[in-house]
Structure formats: structure tokens, C-alpha cells
């Protein structure tokens, strides 16, 4: 990876990502890109106006900055895909499609985050195996399951580099996600800090893996730079990194905020694609494959993410 182009750079894992590609790669060696302006300016480096689902647009920011790695971040979440999924189709599909084309014709390598939305109720819930059916039943899931497919076709077909992981729910501090099922496990740190009280949208007892920022963004650039020889699958490894509900979650909570209080009240959407989705991961082809190993468990995550949104909210 020389020259790094970044979709959904403005997202809640792109955000992050383009800092860290730039502490490693460069400033000017990555493009953060998005189909939304940034508001402010965007830290130092280049920034592009791209919309995935155009070709034209994704074609000329790898052609002018001479790019040769996409991380493809631009996507409808889980939740807010049910809602529109003809537009979720267009987007999380027709973006990918368009990227692997530009990735073949430019020889780039492509990064595609799939997720646990990638599988369904029929998949084995407990310690979910990496190779296992797949049969979502979201939209968001469709297009997870398609373009963990289509990345695969693209390797094999036109030799193109595509690599990927399937994300847990990512817990962050510094900029939101929007209109995912696993969006909770944020929330719950900005309402605990700022109100004591957090009314949750899933069961108390709905299980889902996690995963802390600095993880996920390791995962996604270790994945890139692994030996490409030591990969068996090369496209959507399991990582996981704790496993927790709602009820365990603010327990933790609590052991730094005493008077915090949880409490429920369900949305139906929400619940529905969780309790399609599986318990917990088996991410052991990922550790085997390119060493993947996570860092932060619900302990040193909570502490981390109070100390740093205390911070941010000014609350500290
Ligand atoms: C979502 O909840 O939609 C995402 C995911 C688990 O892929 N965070």
C-alpha cells in the first residue's frame, strides 16, 4: 500500500481509519474520500468528492492520485437499510460493484468490511464457524453476504486483491454510527456520562460480539498487509474481540458510574436483526491466517471509552 484511497471517510470507522492509515503511510499518501463534504477541514490531507455509486467520480480520484489500495467503507448500515432497502441495494452493492471495476482496471487492492449481519438465523449462533451457512434475512445482510461473493469472484476472476473482515459492532468515541442494530453499545457511554440513564432499543439479554476502535482499525489495515501467501481466505475472516449484552454492558458501566441506570424499551425492527445475527464468532482462521489478535476487553474498553468521552463532553 503506497497510495490509499478511503470511501466513507467521514463515517464512524472511516474517520478514524484515514488518521491512522496517515500515521502510517503519510499525510499525502491518503485520500480520504466521502459523498458528503467535510464540514470542517478535514485534517491535512487530500480530500475527494466521491459517490461510489458513480464510476466516472471513483475512477478519477484513483486515476489523479495514482491510487493502488481502496478501503471501501462507504455503506447503508444494518437498521437504516430496512428501512430504505432498494436504496441500501444501490448503494452497499452498486458502490462495491464499482469499486472492484476500477480496482481491475487500475490494479488496485480493495478492502471490503462485511459484518455478523452477514449471517442468519441459520447459521450456528454459538462460536459461529468461519466457513458455515449464510442466509440473512436484511437487506444489509444481503449485500454483506453478496459482496463478500463478489470480492471473492474479483480475486479469482481478475486477480484483483480484495481482502476483507466480518466486523462485530464497533464501539467508538469519536464520530457516531448511524442506523446500526449494535449502535447501543455507543449510546449507552454518551447517556451514562451525560444523563446517568440510557433506555435501550435491544432486549437486556441480546448477545452480540464487540469491538473497540483501535481493534477494528488494526484488523482492517492488518488484514491489507498480511503476507498474501500465509492467506487461505483472504476475504471475510470472523474477528471478534469481547461478546456482551446490553444488561453486561452497563453493569460495567455502573462499576465507574455507580447510579447509572438501564432500562428498555424495544424496537422491534432492532431486535429482530440482532436475534437473526449470531451470538459470538469464531475468528481462529483470522488469528491463524495473519495473527490476529485483540486488545481491548469490556473492562479496559469501558475504562477507555468513559475516560475519552469525559473528555470530549467536557465532563471531566
Ligand atoms: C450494524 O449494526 O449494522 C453494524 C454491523 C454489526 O455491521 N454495526
Known amino acids: 500500500m503506497k497510495k490509499i484511497l478511503v470511501t466513507g471517510a467521514l463515517g464512524q470507522i472511516g474517520s478514524e481509519l484515514v488518521v491512522a492509515l496517515r500515521q502510517g ?19 491535512d490531507g487530500p480530500f475527494a468528492y466521491v459517490d461510489c455509486t458513480n464510476l466516472g467520480q471513483i475512477r478519477e480520484a484513483v486515476r489523479r492520485y495514482e491510487i493502488d489500495t481502496i478501503f471501501h467503507l462507504a455503506a447503508l448500515l444494518s437498521a437504516v437499510a430496512e428501512e430504505r ?25 480493495v478492502f471490503f468490511p462485511s459484518s455478523i449481519g ?29 459482496g463478500e461473493l463478489l470480492c471473492d469472484y474479483y480475486a479469482q476472476r481478475f486477480r484483483v486483491d480484495a481482502r476483507g473482515v466480518r466486523f462485530p459492532g464497533i464501539i467508538s468515541h469519536v464520530v457516531v454510527p448511524g442506523g446500526g442494530t449494535t449502535d447501543y453499545a455507543v449510546d449507552i457511554f ?3 456520562l451525560r444523563y446517568r440513564h440510557y433506555t435501550c432499543f435491544l432486549e437486556p439479554d441480546t448477545r452480540l460480539d ?3 476502535m483501535p ?40 462499576k465507574h458510574i455507580p447510579d447509572f441506570v438501564i432500562d428498555y424499551d424495544v424496537d422491534a425492527v432492532r431486535q429482530a436483526i440482532a436475534d437473526s445475527w449470531p451470538n459470538s464468532l ?16 469490556i ?18
Open 25 to 43: 503511510y503519510g499525510v499525502d499518501n491518503v485520500v480520504a474520500s466521502d459523498v458528503k463534504m467535510p464540514a470542517a477541514r478535514h485534517g
Open 85 to 109: 432497502p432498494q436504496v441500501a441495494w444501490n448503494v452497499n452493492m452498486g458502490g462495491l460493484y464499482r469499486v472492484l471495476e476500477v480496482a481491475r482496471e487500475s490494479r488496485a487492492a
Open 118 to 146: 452477514a449471517f442468519g438465523p441459520s447459521t450456528p449462533p454459538d462460536s459461529t464457524p468461519q466457513d458455515t451457512t449464510q442466509r440473512p434475512t436484511t437487506m444489509y445482510g444481503v449485500t454483506k453476504v453478496a
Open 190 to 192: 454518551y447517556q451514562a
Open 210 to 212: 464487540m469491538m473497540y
Open 215 to 254: 481493534d477494528a482499525l488494526r484488523a482492517a489495515i492488518e488484514v491489507m498487509e498480511a503476507d498474501a501467501e500465509k492467506l487461505a481466505h483472504r476475504n471475510a475472516f470472523n474477528v471478534t474481540a469481547m461478546n456482551l449484552t446490553p444488561d453486561e454492558l452497563a453493569a460495567e458501566i455502573r
Open 282 to 297: 469464531d475468528d481462529s482462521a483470522a488469528r491463524s491466517e495473519w495473527g490476529w489478535s485483540p486488545t481491548y476487553d
Open 299 to 316: 473492562e479496559t474498553m469501558t475504562a477507555d471509552m468513559l475516560e475519552k468521552l469525559s473528555r470530549k463532553l467536557h465532563l471531566d
